[in-house]
């Protein structure tokens, strides 16, 4: 295989990785607990930047071209970890946001102002994040022992990726299939009710919202540690948008079909526009892009909402004894 | 948790005995847009009986229950639970503590089996928690186990086990009321807020769910249940309560009630 095949698969799955990732979290925010999060894409930008200004050396070095706080230089995990943290952190105030006097529309749109606040606040205010520029040079984890550049660092790293993406899928799943998945489920399906039946509404999305913050912050770190650059042009409130296309095809509340959905929308799906050739005035293509995704949304939504792997139905009557006691009272079966 | 009670002592509710009130309301109040849904009800519930709560549309009878359950806000006046003063405890806190509601409109989760429907509803379930989900996996498996056998014996009862592991949302409208009384009862309520239990349901169905009721309070169990159906009133409810805009008309019998010229007037008529 030569090396700019390798290149391409190693930048493909990394970037799948991250995009799987991404959508675990945002599954388990939007497809089990029912939190429509149009500004998940803010979890995954904060672990971007705190995973960059960890890793990198202060902002004097280089010549002094970027201006940004931190530059604490830590060695791998740390900016990995910190990154999750930061993604969790944020999420508080959109849990504050979001409790539950705000309507969930309502909350959503809050959301989504958000993404687009923030993104304009740090394009604008350099001394942040050195601003529209973004950061270059962000060091690739254990960058000073082995070469970064290497084919095989790029697989151990799209590997390491890949295993990571696993490990957040068991959490995810162990979450999910668990009671408290069950109180999730119940949250999503009617708010008002989980909260009579003794759900402490409030507490819960806030804990899912941290959670899938912490995991969105993770995926931000993988990338940015991949591709050593990161931009508010990279966090467009419009790539939350494809995240929720990806699980709304995939299959909301599956995980295995977030994932799935991860690989056919921003990888599979953008990936093979890239090979349209160019045609009409420039941009055309990119934009129609995000028509197509659109439409793909529609189409879904209205042909299989449920997506292409639907939710697993959690079948517990073969856990029932099987002769039940008598029957205590009357003897007609119920209408149906 | 519950506050202690600060209740003034002629609005104490203390359990224990059989006489003293499960629950009572002093002066409770609620106005939308300055419209008094309710205006000042006092009431008091006893352990062991079926409370009817009756009264033409508009009287403030879905109003006073989802106050009581904590999922709308009383404007004024003060519920006692139990002994302890409830009026700013929120609704998941008042369930926990065994104040259970059932809704007008059916409430099932839909997107979940009516098996589902019934275990997510139990209080304490170890595995009920972001740490419980992650490290006490072996506890919640015994715990739902256990539960399955409870929920079992509902599914018997209401002759609904074909169902268990039906999505909520297939059901039928009558299926659905049942699913969510075997739902609140699993949530173990000292009190089962009833708000029409028998709206919609085929009429065999009405009757079975009557006898389900009795049942409930011969095991215990104390009900208070709003309905519109004065036959079912009849037969199950001991005290009966009119609400007639927003205030306690009278309180009795319902042979009692059918002597009052005034209640008559305002509700029983025809």
């Known amino acids: 295989m030569s090396n700019g095949t390798l290149y391409y698969l190693t930048t493909i799955f990394t970037y799948a990785a991250v995009d799987m990732m991404a959508c675990l979290g945002l599954n388990l925010q939007f497809g089990v607990s029912g939190i429509t999060n149009f500004g998940f894409i803010i979890y995954q930008a904060v672990g971007a930047y705190v995973a960059a200004v960890l890793s990198m050396p202060g902002d004097a070095a280089n010549g002094g071209f970027q201006t940004y706080i931190g530059g604490l230089h830590m060695p791998f995990p740390f900016p990995w970890i910190g990154a999750a943290l930061a993604g969790a952190i944020i999420a508080v105030p959109t849990g504050l946001v979001v409790r539950r006097s705000l309507r969930p529309d309502y909350a959503a749109v809050a959301m989504l102002v958000t993404a687009v606040f923030l993104n304009t606040f740090v394009n604008n205010f350099r001394p942040l994040f050195n601003g529209a520029a973004g950061l270059a040079l962000v060091p690739a984890p254990f960058s000073g022992i082995f070469n970064s550049q290497s084919a095989s660092y790029q697989v151990y790293y799209t590997l390491f990726a890949l295993f990571l993406v696993g490990l957040v899928y068991l959490v995810v799943r162990l979450i999910s299939e668990s009671p408290y998945g069950r109180s999730l489920r119940a949250m999503r399906d009617d708010e008002l009710t989980a909260g009579a039946i003794g759900k402490n509404t409030d507490k819960m999305r806030m804990t899912i919202l941290l959670v899938g913050g912490a995991i969105g912050g993770l995926s931000g770190a993988m990338l940015v540690g991949f591709i050593n650059l990161w931009a508010p042009s990279a966090w467009t409130y419009p790539e939350t948008i494809v995240l929720i296309a990806a699980i709304i095809v995939g299959g909301r509340g599956n995980h295995v079909g977030a994932m799935f959905g991860a690989l056919l929308v921003p990888v599979g799906f953008l990936e093979v526009t890239r090979y349209i050739p160019p045609f009409g005035p420039p941009g055309l293509v990119p934009a129609l892009e995000w028509v197509v995704t659109g439409i793909l949304i529609l189409a879904f939504l209205w042909a299989r909402p449920e997506g292409i792997l639907r939710e697993r139905r959690r079948r517990l009557a073969k856990f029932l004894p099987v002769q039940g006691p008598p029957p205590l009272l009357g003897s007609s079966g119920v209408d149906s | ?270």
């Open chain 2, 1 to 270: 948790m519950l506050t202690a009670s600060d209740a003034p002592a002629e609005a104490t509710a203390s359990p224990g005995s059989l006489d003293e009130p499960l629950l009572v309301t002093r002066n409770l109040e609620r106005t939308f847009s300055g419209v008094r849904a309710v205006d000042g009800v006092s009431i008091d519930v006893r352990p062991g009986r079926i409370t009817g709560l009756i009264g033409p549309n508009g009287a403030g009878k879905s109003t006073m229950l989802a106050m009581l359950a904590g999922t709308t806000p009383s404007t004024s006046g003060q519920i006692l639970f139990d002994g302890r003063d409830v009026t700013r405890v929120p609704a998941f806190e008042r369930a926990r503590a065994g104040l259970v509601r059932t809704f007008q409109l059916s409430s099932e989760f839909k997107r979940m089996t009516v098996l589902e429907n019934l275990l997510v509803s139990v209080p304490g379930n170890p595995g009920d928690s972001l740490t419980g989900a992650l490290f006490a996996r072996r506890k919640a498996k015994k715990f739902d186990r256990e539960q399955l056998l409870v929920a079992g014996e509902l599914l018997e009862r209401f002759r609904m086990t074909s169902h268990a592991d039906t999505y909520a949302g297939a059901l039928s409208g009558g299926q659905r009321r049942l699913v969510e009384i075997m739902r609140a009862l699993m949530a173990r309520p000292k009190l089962l807020l009833l708000d029409e239990p028998m709206a919609g349901v085929h009429p065999r169905l009405a009757i079975e769910i009557g006898e389900h009721l009795i049942a409930l309070k011969e095991a215990g169990t104390t009900v208070l249940m709003v309905e519109h159906e004065l036959s079912i009133v009849d037969q199950l409810c001991d005290p009966v309560i009119v609400l007639a805009e927003g205030r306690v008309l009278a309180e009795g019998t319902m042979a009692d009630l059918r002597s009052q010229q005034d209640v008559v007037d305002a509700y029983l008529i025809g």
